[in-house]
């Protein structure tokens, strides 16, 4: 089994698979300490409309947002433990690429950073700027994949 399952629902998003999955590759070793041996995740990269749906179901919140995390960490049959699902606002990113000066496959790889990072259970909105803090340091050691010019 792959660690990584991308499904990509929108004609957005052409060659955001193969990005993901070589961000991944790279990524799981920037995690090392706080990522459990054995994952398995998934990512969809959508419409924002569906974001949307998925943000007023879940959340509560009208709106569309650039993504959401799924949290899960059940034991899979395999052994593997599934960490759960990112959900990525396709046409989102793009806009917000353009706004912040990234490319588009910059702010995906962002996005799916940020969201791994809240499967791993971490939460800017409550953990005093921890989770911004490891965000940071990943996106200095993985400087291949991100520009440094904006934290």
């Given at each position: 089994?792959?660690?990584?399952?991308?499904?990509?629902?929108?004609?957005?998003?052409?060659?955001?698979?193969?990005?993901?999955?070589?961000?991944?590759?790279?990524?799981?070793?920037?995690?090392?300490?706080?990522?459990?041996?054995?994952?398995?995740?998934?990512?969809?990269?959508?419409?924002?409309?569906?974001?949307?749906?998925?943000?007023?179901?879940?959340?509560?919140?009208?709106?569309?947002?650039?993504?959401?995390?799924?949290?899960?960490?059940?034991?899979?049959?395999?052994?593997?433990?599934?960490?759960?699902?990112?959900?990525?606002?396709?046409?989102?990113?793009?806009?917000?690429?353009?706004?912040?000066?990234?490319?588009?496959?910059?702010?995906?790889?962002f996005l799916f950073l940020h969201g791994v990072l809240h499967l791993?259970?971490?939460?800017h909105e409550k953990d005093n700027?921890?989770?911004?803090?490891?965000?940071?340091?990943?996106?200095?050691?993985?400087?291949?994949?991100?520009?440094?010019?904006?934290?």
């Amino acid at each position: 089994m792959n660690d990584l399952d991308v499904f990509i629902e929108t004609p957005c998003c052409e060659g955001c698979r193969k990005i993901l999955e070589e961000f991944w590759t790279e990524l799981k070793k920037q995690l090392n300490p706080f990522i459990p041996e054995n994952v398995f995740l998934e990512v969809s990269v959508v419409e924002d409309e569906k974001v949307k749906s998925l943000n007023k179901t879940y959340r509560g919140k009208d709106a569309v947002t650039d993504v959401l995390s799924f949290e899960d960490g059940e034991k899979l049959p395999d052994g593997n433990i599934f960490l759960g699902s990112i959900v990525i606002a396709c046409t989102r990113a793009k806009q917000q690429a353009i706004d912040v000066g990234n490319s588009f496959e910059e702010e995906l790889r962002f996005l799916f950073l940020h969201g791994v990072l809240h499967l791993l259970g971490f939460d800017h909105e409550k953990d005093n700027g921890e989770m911004f803090k490891i965000q940071r340091d990943i996106k200095k050691r993985l400087k291949d994949f991100f520009s440094l010019s904006e934290d």
